[in-house]
């Protein structure tokens, strides 16, 4: 996960919301914060969280090659999912 995504997540909800609903502590989700990768069961309960507004590839792209890899159908159709698409899609570089 990168620094975009980290910080994006942390708009969208708290660290202490995630360990909550993860049924974890704080601190092991702020130790996520400081490493590089999100254990690859939490992909998706954090994605849900969230309401797939990041969705798995942002987080575990090794996981999740495809950018709706993972994403339930009823949302690979919704704005959000498809607006992050964009955006991936807008940052490669042409050519």
Known sequence: MNED????????????????????????????????NIPPRFVLPICELVSWEIVPHEVRPDLYPGLKDGVPEAFK???TVNRGVANHASSLPSG
């Open 77 to 79: 159709t919704d704005r």
């Open 5 to 36: 995504v980290r910080a994006r997540l942390n708009g969208l909800t708290s660290q202490r919301a995630i360990a909550k609903h993860l049924g974890i502590t704080p601190q092991a989700v702020n130790q996520w914060f400081n490493k590089p």
